[in-house]
Nanobody, 127 residues
Framework: QVQLVESGGGLVQAGGSLRLSCAAS????????MGWFRQAPGKERDFVAAISWSRGGTLYADSAKGRFTISRDNAKNTAYLQMNSLKPEDTAVYYC????????????????????WGQGTQVTVSS
């Protein structure tokens, strides 16, 4: 298992941008599929985006398509989520997740208790 630490959250106005980072421990980062999830108050944790360990294939939730971009830098053991054109409904705690050799489709339905999860970073979008 890897340890994950998210950063980059904050308060931003609607239409603004943020870039979240997820730093992972360990020397096998390149074998982990990485994902971003978010949880708004009183709601379930939802999938946002994933990037594969193999060839960097990506998958996005409909709410993220065209506005968010997931990427990774294996040399830095870090995954990123670039969020543009932010909306108030994007307000949530954003969590990074990792699982070894997982497909992006499987990452999209991954639940807590499987894989590794970070502690989350708060994103607040004001109108």
């Amino acid at each position: 298992q890897v340890q994950l630490v998210e950063s980059g959250g904050g308060l931003v106005q609607a239409g603004g941008s943020l870039r979240l980072s997820c730093a992972a421990s360990g020397r096998t980062f390149s074998t982990y599929t990485m994902g971003w999830f978010r949880q708004a108050p009183g709601k379930e944790r939802d999938f946002v985006a994933a990037i594969s360990w193999s060839r960097g294939g990506t998958l996005y939730a409909d709410s993220a398509k065209g506005r968010f971009t997931i990427s990774r830098d294996n040399a830095k053991n870090t995954a990123y989520l670039q969020m543009n054109s932010l909306k108030p409904e994007d307000t949530a705690v954003y969590y990074c997740a990792a699982a070894q050799y997982l497909t992006v489709q499987a990452m999209a339905i991954m639940k807590e208790g499987f894989g590794s999860w970070g502690q989350g970073t708060q994103v607040t979008v004001s109108s």
